[in-house]
């Protein structure tokens, strides 16, 4: 069973919106922070946004993306959304979702301190 299920990338314009959705199955998941990353051709992987773990109540967003993405939970579906809008073509990558538990510090986008990734969904902004 994989842990993480990261979906609903695709191809969009610029300007146009997406809804990433990252699964989780097989752990606690009210436990963990939650955090998105992304990695477009020849670049370093780098975090998008992130939530704590239920009780916790804060978000994160790089600068790039303040104002146009959302992060958000629902502990119920144990899924996590992003929500992307104004779209540029600067956004375009594949995006991972990852689970920080025990290990995760609250610096949101150290990944060596997340346990848990997902495959990546690919997000394409182009007309």
């Known amino acids: 069973e994989v842990p993480l299920q990261a979906s609903g990338g695709c191809l969009v314009q610029p300007g146009g919106s997406l809804r990433l959705s990252c699964a989780a199955s097989g752990f606690t998941f009210s436990d963990y922070a939650i955090g998105w990353f992304r990695q477009a051709p020849g670049k370093d992987r780098e975090g998008v946004s992130c939530i704590s773990a239920v009780g916790k109540d804060r978000t994160w967003y790089r600068d790039s993306v303040k104002g146009r993405f959302t992060i958000s939970r629902d502990n119920a579906k144990n899924t996590v959304y992003l929500q992307m809008n104004s779209l540029k073509p600067e956004d375009t990558a594949v995006y991972y979702c990852?689970?920080?538990?025990?290990?995760?510090?609250?610096?949101?986008?150290?990944?060596?301190?997340?346990?848990?990734w997902g495959q990546g969904t690919q997000v394409t902004v182009s007309s």
């Open positions: 990852a689970a920080g538990g025990g290990r995760w510090s609250g610096i949101p986008y150290r990944s060596y301190e997340y346990d848990y």
